[in-house]
T-cell receptor, first 114, second 117 residues
Framework: AQSVTQLDSQVPVFEEAPVELRCNYS??????LFWYVQYPNQGLQLLLK??????LVKGINGFEAEFNKSQTSFHLRKPSVHISDTAEYFC????????????FGTGTRLTIIP | EAGVTQFPSHSVIEKGQTVTLRCDPI?????LYWYRRVMGKEIKFLLH????????ESGMPNNRFLAERTGGTYSTLKVQPAELEDSGVYFC???????????????FGPGTRLTVL
């Protein structure tokens, strides 16, 4: 069975500092990987996804993530955060064979300190 | 183009009552999903419709939950009777028809926050 682990439930970061949000997954088959963001009082929005090809994926708002198959990780990074990045971030996986249901981690709440 | 909409945004009911949540997917999206997040925990899959058919309902917690998608457009999720542990945020998502095994992006609605007292 698939599972997703986000070890950090809360991450405080100073404005303009870099940030890394960690995500590890477990699966016996190939997976697709996603990062979603939920801004206050809004729905989930896709930040980026890894389907195949280059292991470094660039998303919206300056975020990027790197797929590491040997470490089963898909960490999210941004070199310089802004106040507007304050949100909850969710890592998710789905099977590669047409089963689209997403398995989510517990989320990481990113707080930007001015 | 309108996104996924959900109604109501909030619902507060007493234990034993019935509640019906509604989801309107993006027009033309055949796939519709329901997810739930219980406070502090992960977002969990409930079920998946392809048009009006239930493709996968493995995540439905018990028979107090009934999901329908008549006509393959909007969907409803009814909880009857509601229990305290049903409290949480219910998300709906939709995606286009799968093509060539390609995983299509799921677009999420803002969720319905359900509180059972």
């Amino acid at each position: 069975a698939q599972s997703v682990t986000q070890l950090d439930s809360q991450v405080p970061v100073f404005e303009e500092a870099p940030v890394e949000l960690r995500c590890n997954y477990s699966s016996s088959v190939s997976v697709y990987l996603f990062w979603y963001v939920q801004y206050p009082n809004q729905g989930l929005q896709l930040l980026l996804k890894y389907l195949s090809g280059s292991t470094l994926v660039k998303g919206i708002n300056g975020f990027e993530a790197e797929f590491n198959k040997s470490q089963t990780s898909f960490h999210l990074r941004k070199p310089s955060v802004h106040i507007s990045d304050t949100a909850e971030y969710f890592c998710a996986v789905s099977f590669s064979f047409g089963n689209e249901k997403l398995t989510f981690g517990t989320g990481t709440r990113l707080t930007i300190i001015p | 183009e309108a996104g996924v909409t959900q109604f109501p945004s909030h619902s507060v009911i007493e234990k034993g009552q019935t509640v019906t949540l509604r989801c309107d997917p993006i027009s033309g999206h055949d796939n519709l999903y329901w997810y739930r997040r219980v406070m502090g925990k992960e977002i969990k899959f409930l079920l998946h419709f392809v048009k009006e058919s239930k493709q996968d309902e493995s995540g439905m917690p018990n028979n107090r939950f009934l999901a329908e998608r008549t006509g393959g457009t909007y969907s409803t999720l009814k909880v009857q009777p509601a229990e305290l542990e049903d409290s949480g945020v219910y998300f709906c998502a939709s995606s286009q028809e799968l093509s060539g095994g390609k995983n299509n992006e799921q677009f999420f609605g803002p969720g319905t926050r359900l509180t059972v007292l």
